[in-house]
């Protein structure tokens, strides 16, 4: 399994950025996926996430700002980051679930979101 994440950077306060995360060595379509963050000092957090069937769930701090979608056919994950503030910059992290929870992790991207 791999999940290559790609789209981070620098970004200034209310702009936007899109995550994408590349998946193979999987049946990507039947899994639960998902995105954490780990900003410098803190513990790693649940972004969002979204079932096979498409439900998603937010974090309280993104919601409303952000939002997760897959492309099966692409075997792809997204994250639609809007309205970014200082406090979303940290390494974002793609996964993938099993009924334990978080079984594969991507290598990260990194959000700096800075004037």
């Known amino acids: 399994v791999q999940l290559q994440a790609s789209g981070g950077g620098l970004v200034q306060p209310g702009g936007s950025l899109r995550l994408s995360c590349a998946a193979s060595?999987?049946?990507?379509?039947?899994?639960?996926m998902g995105w954490y963050r780990q900003a410098p000092g803190k513990q790693r957090e649940l972004v969002a996430s979204i079932t096979s069937d498409g439900s998603t769930n937010y974090a309280d701090s993104v919601m409303g700002r952000f939002t997760i979608s897959r492309d099966n056919a692409k075997s792809t994950l997204y994250l639609q980051m809007n309205s970014l503030k200082p406090e979303d910059t940290a390494v974002y992290f793609c996964t993938r679930f099993d009924w334990r929870g978080p079984d594969y992790w991507g290598q990260g991207t990194l959000v700096t979101v800075s004037s």
């Open positions: 060595g999987m049946l990507f379509s039947i899994r639960r």
